[in-house]
Structures are given as structure tokens and as C-alpha cells.
């Protein structure tokens, strides 16, 4: 799915019905909504959190309790792809921290930790429990393990020039993060509904 490809708020509520539909209480379907919402804008916004309310039922302060509690949900708009290094104890020893403080350098991103070009977005995360692989980088929740400083740079530089990057695990190369946002809302990677 290209970006003219991506759903917009008008044509959002049809796919946020066909969420709800799999649910035996709508309330149910609160987060996929949310993934949903921020496979639109890269972040689940004040206007997303409104949209899941109204279509649930809910209040927005039910809504927002919920997309501020779970790590998967940015406030802030995320880069076209979401590179999280593990620092949790094991990666840290084992290369966590300096693979995160060489991609801080190599990659430069704003206070946001956001690049120029909205390329990747940086973070440190914290366990990804898959410490028999550390240490770990997720792109867009998407595995890459025993990585290293200079694997990690290849990574990031391969993201920022468009080339196919297959994660350690699953098939297939790697979808931007509004893309692997809408898959885990329930749809296909071709953006369909189930």
C-alpha cells in the first residue's frame, strides 16, 4: 500500500465497522481501532481517539486511558519506520546501548527522535523478551536479531534507501509502520479486510 493507497478518515469508518462486526461487545474492539487509527496518521491523534469513542460508545477519556497505557500506540507521529533497540539488561550488555548511541550518531533525529526525511523514528525499548537473541532491534514490531553496531547501520541505511530488509523472523520483507499498523488492525497486508 502506497501512501495514496492509505485510508482516510472518510473512508475509515467503513473499515472501523467491519472491526467492530467481529466482536460480540463493540468496546471489544478498541484496540485494533486504535491500530486502525494510527495506521492513517502514524500516531493515535486527539481526532483518532475522538473517532474511536463516537463509534464505541465510549468516552474519549476511555479511550485516551487506554492508547496511553500500551507502548504501541505513539502520541507523536512515528517516521515511515519505527526502530526500537532493546536496552532492557541482557541487549544492553550485549551491544544494546552501543548499537542505540551509533544509530543516535549515524542517524541524527530531531527531539521527536524522528529524522529529517521521516525515514525511521528512534527509540530505546524495553524488553522484547527474546533475550536468547540479544541484542535485539524491532522494526515496525518486526524482529532483527544478534544484531551488532554495524548490522544495525546497515539496517537503518537499507530503510532509508527503500532496499527490501526481511526480518530475522516471519516471511516477506519488511512493511513501513502505518502498513504493519493496518495489519495488526485486522486487515491484510494488501490493506483488504480478511
Not at 550485549?94 to 527522535?113: K, V
Not at 527474546?130 to 539496517?155: H, I, K, Q
Not at 534507501?161 to 513501513?176: D, H, I, M, N, W
Request: hydrophobic share 40%.
Amino acid at each position: 500500500m502506497t501512501t495514496t493507497d492509505r485510508p482516510t478518515w472518510t473512508t475509515l469508518e467503513e473499515d472501523a465497522k467491519a472491526i467492530i462486526e467481529r466482536y460480540p461487545r463493540p468496546r471489544s474492539a478498541l484496540l485494533p481501532l486504535l491500530h486502525l487509527v494510527q495506521s492513517v496518521e502514524g500516531h493515535v491523534s486527539a481526532d483518532g481517539i475522538e473517532f474511536c469513542a463516537r463509534l464505541l460508545g465510549l468516552t474519549t477519556a476511555e479511550v485516551r486511558a487506554v492508547a496511553t497505557f500500551y507502548t504501541m500506540y505513539r502520541r507523536a507521529p512515528a517516521g515511515e519506520h519505527l526502530v526500537g533497540v532493546c536496552t532492557n539488561t541482557l541487549c544492553a550488555i550485549m551491544g544494546g546501548d552501543a548499537i542505540l548511541a551509533a544509530l543516535r550518531e549515524h542517524l541524527r533525529p530531531g527531539e521527536d527522535g524522528t529524522t529529517e526525511d521521516g525515514s525511521i523514528t528512534l527509540e530505546s525499548v524495553e524488553c522484547n523478551a527474546a533475550c536468547d537473541y540479544a541484542p535485539v532491534v524491532m522494526v515496525n514490531w518486526e524482529f532483527f536479531d544478534n544484531m551488532s553496531v554495524s548490522t544495525a547501520r546497515r539496517l537503518v541505511d537499507d530503510l532509508r534507501a527503500g532496499r527490501p530488509v526481511f526480518p530475522s523472523r516471519g516471511e516477506g520483507p519488511l512493511c513501513t509502520f502505518r502498513q504493519n499498523a493496518r495489519i495488526l488492525a485486522g486487515f491484510t497486508a494488501e490493506g483488504q479486510a480478511p
